[in-house]
Every structure is written in structure tokens, then in C-alpha cells.
């Protein structure tokens, strides 16, 4: 697979994004802070992930359910 082009407009716009989600690790792992995602925010992240996958690999649209 061709590695992914960020448009010449944005080179570096994750750049904050990633420094802002590791120094909340940091303060996370050091106690002065709580994760602003819990294990509920993972599960859906991992069910998106897992559709994603699915679709990319059947090329259909996959039904997502959040509900337990």
C-alpha cells in the first residue's frame, strides 16, 4: 500500500493533537490527571476499528451496534 499523503495546506496539523495526547499520558501515568477516555470510549473505538476492517476487506457497508 502507498504510504498516506496529508495535503501540502496541512503538514503538520496533527502535530498539537499528538502533543496534547501525550502529555495527558504523562499526567495520567505521573497522578496528576484522569484519562478523558474511559473503557467506553475504547470499546466503540474498537468496534468502528473492527467494521472498518471488515468493510475494507468485503467492500460493503458494515452495520455498526454500540449496544452491549
Known amino acids: 500500500n ?3 499523503n ?6 503538520n496539523c496533527f502535530d498539537d493533537g499528538h502533543r496534547d495526547e501525550l502529555n495527558e499520558f504523562i ?3 505521573e497522578g496528576t490527571a484522569v484519562p478523558t477516555a474511559d473503557f467506553e470510549d475504547g470499546r466503540c473505538a474498537l468496534i468502528l476499528a ?9 467492500d ?6 454500540f449496544g452491549r
Open 6 to 11: 496529508y495535503p501540502d495546506s496541512c503538514p
Open 60 to 65: 460493503q457497508a458494515i452495520p455498526v451496534k
Open 50 to 58: 473492527d467494521a472498518a476492517w471488515h468493510s475494507l476487506r468485503s
Open 27 to 29: 499526567a495520567v501515568v
Open 2 to 4: 502507498p504510504p498516506l
